[in-house]
C-alpha cells in the first residue's frame, strides 16, 4: 500500500511540476528579488555598482509627493469605478435577460469593447473627448453645453478615466450576471407572483439575494482588475495633468524603466503590495462575515 501511494504521490507531483517551475519563475522569484532590490540603490545601467541602503528608499517613499498622490488617485478610482462598472453590468444583465427581438446583437454591441485592447480603446476616447474637435463635445455644444476639458483639466481627468474603464468592462460582467440570473429557478417568480410582489419587490427580495455570490465574485475581480490600473493613464493623459491620473503601477514603471531606479521602484512594489494584501484581507473578511 505505502509503494502505491508513493507511486500515486509521484505521479500527481510529477503533474504539477511544470506549474510549480512556472510559478517559481514568474511569481515566487520576481517577488523576493523585489524585496532584495528594495533595500538597495540598484540602478539599471550599474547593475554591479548596487549597494544595501537599508531602508532609505521606503524613507524616501513615504516623502515622495508623487507616490502619496498617486495613492489616493487609485484608491478614487477603486471606490468609483466598482460601483459604477458593477451596476451597469447589472443593468444590462437585467435588459437582456428577457426573450426579446435583436438581444443577439446587444450582447454582442455591450460585450465588444471587452475584446479591444485597452490601447486601442484609449485611443478612441482619447479622439472622441478631444476639447476642440471631439465628438463628445460636439454633441454638449448641441444641446447648449460649454466644451468640457475632460482629460486635460485636473478635476476631470480621473473620472473621465474611470468612465472610460467601467464602459470597456461592464460587458464582461454583464456575461456573468446573466449566467446568475439564467440560474434563478423561474418557479421562485411565479411563487412571488400569486403573492402579489411587484417587479421592484421581485427585484430587492428575490433577484438581488439570489445573486448575491455572483455580485462577490463580480466585486472581487473588478477590485483586483482596478488596482492594476496602468493603461488607460499612459495612453491617454500620461499620468497629468499635474499627476491627477498617476496610479502606483504607472509610477513603478516610470521610475524603474524611464528613469532606471529599479531599488526605488522595488520599494514602491513592495509598499503597494503590502497595500494591496491588506485591503484584499479586509474584503475578504467582511465577505465571510455577510455570508
Not at 532584495?36 to 528608499?57: I, M, R, W
Not at 451596476?87 to 428577457?98: C, D, T
Not at 476639447?131 to 460649454?146: D, F, T, W
Not at 434563478?184 to 439575494?209: C, M, R
Request: charged letters at 10%.
Amino acid at each position: 500500500m505505502k509503494k502505491f501511494n508513493v507511486r500515486d504521490n509521484l505521479t500527481a507531483y510529477s503533474f504539477l511540476t511544470p506549474a510549480l517551475i512556472l510559478m517559481g519563475l514568474f511569481l515566487i522569484l520576481p517577488a523576493v528579488m523585489a524585496i532584495y532590490y528594495a533595500f538597495t540603490d540598484y540602478y539599471l545601467l550599474t547593475p554591479d555598482e548596487k549597494t544595501f541602503v537599508g531602508l532609505e528608499n521606503f524613507i524616501q517613499l513615504f516623502k515622495d509627493p508623487v507616490f502619496i498622490q498617486s495613492m489616493k488617485n487609485i484608491g478614487i478610482f477603486v471606490l468609483c469605478v466598482i460601483p459604477i462598472q458593477v451596476g451597469a453590468a447589472l443593468g444590462l444583465a437585467l435588459l437582456i435577460n428577457k426573450n426579446r427581438k435583436g438581444n443577439i446583437f446587444f450582447k454582442v454591441a455591450y460585450f465588444a469593447p471587452v475584446v479591444l485592447s485597452l490601447v486601442v480603446i484609449s485611443v478612441l476616447w482619447l479622439y472622441l473627448l478631444n476639447p476642440s474637435e471631439g465628438l463628445i463635445n460636439i454633441l454638449l455644444a448641441k444641446v447648449g453645453i460649454e466644451p468640457q476639458p475632460f482629460l486635460t483639466s485636473p478635476d476631470q481627468a480621473l473620472y473621465t478615466i474611470v468612465f472610460v474603464s467601467a464602459w470597456q468592462g461592464a460587458g464582461y460582467q454583464m456575461l456573468i450576471f446573466l449566467a446568475g440570473l439564467q440560474n434563478i429557478p423561474s418557479s421562485v417568480y411565479e411563487a412571488s407572483k400569486i403573492d402579489g410582489a411587484n417587479k421592484w419587490q421581485n427585484f430587492i427580495h428575490i433577484t438581488l439575494p439570489l445573486l448575491k455570490p455572483t455580485t462577490l465574485l463580480i466585486m472581487i475581480t473588478t477590485f483586483i482588475a482596478a488596482f492594476k490600473l496602468i493603461i488607460q493613464p499612459m495612453v491617454m493623459t500620461q499620468g497629468g495633468p499635474m499627476n491627477s491620473t498617476m496610479t502606483p503601477v504607472y509610477y513603478i514603471y516610470q521610475s524603474g524603466f524611464s528613469d532606471r531606479l529599479i531599488g526605488y521602484a522595488s520599494a514602491m512594489t513592495v509598499v503597494f503590495g503590502i497595500v494591496i494584501g491588506i485591503v484584499t484581507l479586509i474584503q475578504s473578511k467582511l465577505s465571510g462575515e455577510e455570508d
